[in-house]
């Protein structure tokens, strides 16, 4: 049995997997780039040359006590931390931009990730470009989920 927390983590995995540019430009959820990796709490990760990879780990929680009617329940806020790392040649600010776009194109066709969710919002994103020998761009990107259980029990709605 996987706890609400995980169940919501593994719906965004398969939210970031689908970011790819579909053949037909007149696709409802077509973007402008795709995502060629996705990795969950991934370290030292050193970004390979033409791949766009995507980042991500849940970092933080809180929880306070919520009643409903005549229940008890536990309302948390999970921030995760999404790091897009493109290392495409000739990278600029403008591609961080679209890359960001898609990234809430795709969290926003379906906010409530599934029904596990109250909310879903992009509370705050950096873009920085690395020039090296191939010009890097991140972008960091912080989510805050806000999901309810019962009362001192994760496994349940």
């Not at 990760?45 to 929680?61: A, G, V």
């Not at 950096?126 to 990107?141: A, G, P």
Request: net charge negative.
């Amino acid at each position: 049995m996987e706890t609400i927390r995980q169940q919501i983590i593994n719906y965004l995995d398969t939210i970031f997997k689908g970011i790819q540019v579909d053949p037909d430009p007149y696709a409802p959820t077509n973007y402008n780039y795709s995502i060629d990796e996705v990795f969950c709490w991934a370290t030292d990760y050193i970004p390979r040359e033409s791949t766009i990879t995507l980042l991500y780990r849940d970092t933080d929680e809180t929880t306070e006590p919520l009643t409903i009617g005549r229940g008890s329940f536990d309302q948390h806020r999970l921030t995760v931390e999404v790091d897009i790392i493109s290392a495409l040649v000739n990278n600029t600010a403008a591609d961080a931009r679209l890359m960001l776009a898609d990234l809430n194109k795709a969290i926003g066709q379906d906010f409530s990730l599934g029904g596990l969710a109250q909310s879903t919002s992009v509370t705050s994103n950096t873009i920085s470009v690395m020039k090296e020998e191939t010009q890097i761009v991140n972008l960091s990107v912080n989510l805050q989920i806000t999901y309810i259980t019962k009362s001192y029990n994760l496994y349940e709605k």
